[in-house]
């Protein structure tokens, strides 16, 4: 069976990458699952949650920033300005950041990306645990 | 005799102390040289990544961008220059500082006018000394940079180059910059780096050593939303990325020309100290030797003298 290649890289690190059979992803479109023999596709991404599915049927979650994913040949790529492993994620932390976030209630587009980049990365944990 | 022995034991002393501090910085910076090659190392799979996706975007998309769009008579250039925060990296600032002048100099010949912006506090303190107006600084981070602090300071670049600061920059200032520049420090190993000048923006997307091989097709890709929404979102992070790319490479510059520059004053230190042990022990000798001869004429004198009374 055809795999994916998929490589999950944020602006300083790469921060997995290996073979998948199943990759989900929120795009501004709507949700988008990713199979081998998918068409090429290149897509921006929203502050939410990544699930990929590796060959050994283990299931890997991260939080990812805006940033976009592309598709071409069984190649996927996500790229995020900030992305992280689901164990990477220290969720009391995360939960913290989101009270804080949400206590400061600005209304700018930054300050709501920041929350949704926050709920993700409690999203990310708890699907891990 | 003995006053200058002392002084030349003191001045060895001093000498010996700033050695230790001078070999100290060499080993700090040679530890860290390794972590910023690394860091740069890290960040290269998205940059690659993200010009591979511009790249595919640029290749089946018309889609005009203000990024992409040569100004027909540039007439404003921005320059951002990368400088250190700290002195004793020997000619790091100053080369990186004389190559932005001469891109200052051919740029006014060409009839523009340029914009000042910095990064690190050498750079700020010599432009604050000669009272040349710059339009902003950052510092605090030259020797390990973070994507937060290169994503400030594309944001800015960007804003300034699309004009959507024209209500802060006032009436003098009628539109954005026509171009930008970077000018920073190359990283080609540890024995050389040399300060570059690259023109950021507009943009030119596929660019030697970062393009994608020729022979690798780009497939046809579907683009979501729209290619001009991608598009959008793309190039920022490109030029973000890119900042980032060269921010890095002049952390990397600045602690191998601070690892030789250290090594260097550890040796001259070195040559010093042997330089005032050999006269110093010239001074102990000279000292000893005049003592003796004191002592001898001292004893010749009394025993003339006592020969003459009896």
Known sequence: MAVLQVELVAADRLVWSGEATMVVARTTEGDVGILPGHAPLLSLLVEGVIDVTTTEGETWVAAVDAGFISVAGDRVSVLSERAEMSHEIDLEKARHDLERLRAAGENDDAAEAAVRHAEARIRAAEKAS | ?310
């Open chain 2, 1 to 310: 005799m003995a006053v200058s022995l002392r002084e030349y034991r003191a001045r060895i002393q001093s000498t010996e102390s700033t050695k230790k501090i001078t070999r100290a910085m060499e080993l700090i910076a040679a530890s860290r040289v390794i972590k910023a090659q690394q860091r740069a190392r890290a960040a290269a799979p998205y940059a690659r990544e993200l010009t591979r996706a511009v790249s595919a975007v640029a290749t089946f998309s018309n889609v005009d961008h203000p990024l992409t769009t040569e100004p027909e008579s540039p007439k404003r250039a921005a320059i951002l220059v990368v400088t250190s925060d700290r002195g004793l990296a020997g000619a790091y600032a100053s080369s990186v500082l004389k190559e932005a002048e001469r891109l200052v100099e051919k740029l006014k010949g060409e009839g523009k006018q340029v914009d000042l912006y910095l990064t690190g506090r050498k750079g700020e303190a010599y432009y604050r000394f000669r009272q040349r107006a710059v339009a902003q600084s950052w510092t605090g981070f030259s020797d390990q940079p973070t994507y937060d602090v290169a994503a400030d300071i594309g944001a800015t670049l960007i804003a300034a180059f699309t004009g959507d600061d024209e209500a802060a920059a006032g009436p003098d200032a009628p539109q954005g910059v026509d171009e930008v520049h970077v000018v920073y420090t190359r990283f080609r190993s540890m024995l050389s780096q040399e300060p570059t000048a690259i023109r950021l923006l507009p943009l030119e997307v596929v660019e030697g050593t970062e393009a994608p091989s020729v022979d690798e097709l780009l497939p046809l890709y579907e683009f979501e939303p729209s290619p001009a929404d991608v598009l959008d979102s793309l190039l920022p992070r490109y030029v973000q990325s890119r900042i980032f790319f060269a921010l890095l490479q002049a952390a990397a510059s600045e602690l191998a020309s601070r690892q030789k520059a250290m090594k260097s004053a550890t040796d001259n230190a070195e040559e010093l100290i042997k330089k005032f042990t050999r006269i110093a022990n010239q001074a102990r000798q000279a000292g000893i030797t005049q003592e003796i001869s004191e002592i001898v004429g001292g004893v010749n004198a009394l025993a003339d003298a006592t020969a003459g009374s009896e």
